[in-house]
């Protein structure tokens, strides 16, 4: 299920191919996203589902969203500690963020949003060392 604020976003090839793979549910992603718009809970409750969702489970999804943010941070600090991760990986990602941003502002064209999803997949890929590890069973 798409909720109303992630629907019109993601009509965005960018924004769909990430919430696809974000840690966050669709709920937590649109209800962090309100919060951000809403100043007032109850709206922001009222705007987030078709269904009637009460104030009370508007904010519970909410903390669940920010502790998965906040569990993203620790994930990415605890591999830099323990140097699965290098500087230079943190780097390249600081370097993809201002890229993103940089190309929300624009109009891409579709070669150029398949290469950065490419990038963004390698990018992945290499901080998970999934492409990198070759197990002999």
């Known amino acids: 299920m798409v909720f109303p604020v992630l629907q019109s976003l993601r009509k965005d090839t960018l924004v769909s191919f990430l919430a696809e793979r974000c840690s966050l549910t669709d709920a937590q992603l649109d209800t962090i996203l309100l919060s951000q718009v809403q100043g007032n809970l109850k709206d922001g409750a009222r705007l987030r589902d078709k269904k009637k969702v009460s104030p009370g489970a508007f904010l519970r ?10 569990a993203c941070i620790y ?7 323990l140097g699965l991760v290098e500087v230079e990986d943190l780097q390249r990602l600081a370097r993809s963020s201002e890229l993103l941003s940089r190309v929300k502002e624009s109009a891409p064209s579709m070669e150029a949003v398949s290469r950065l999803i490419q990038a963004m997949e390698e990018l992945a890929q290499g901080f998970s060392r999934r492409k990198k590890q070759k197990f002999i069973v």
């Open 61 to 70: 999804t909410l903390r669940q969203g920010q502790e998965n943010v906040e």
């Open 75 to 81: 994930t990415m600090l605890l591999l830099s500690y």
